[in-house]
């Protein structure tokens, strides 16, 4: 549950204002990469693809039928959250 459900929640942050859209990007790109001391993805040509599309505006609920995650240990059942990943690229791959 906690990475797809991470990424709304810290969207809802900027919604409220308490983070920028560049600190929320540095979150979730550059900051783990410094942390775990990885290359940073530029998207530059030759970079690796790695990346999320994601939908800022999607509404959805959480439960058996939507959640992807098979995690089942969450606070946010039958919420409805605004936000929402709509896949993830691997090496320039869809994984999900």
Not at 71 to 87: A, C, D, E, S
């Amino acid at each position: 549950m906690g990475l797809e459900t991470a990424q709304p929640l810290t969207s809802s942050l900027v919604r409220e204002g308490v983070l920028t859209e560049k600190q929320l990007t540095a979150l979730w790109t550059t900051g783990p990469a410094n942390v775990f001391k990885l290359p940073v993805n530029t998207f530059a040509q030759g970079d690796v693809a790695d990346f999320i599309l994601y939908d800022p505006d999607a509404e959805w609920v959480l439960d058996e039928n939507t959640a992807k995650s098979k995690g089942r240990n969450t606070p946010l059942w039958g919420k409805t959250i605004k936000g929402r990943v709509m896949g993830t690229w691997v090496e320039g791959v869809k994984v999900k």
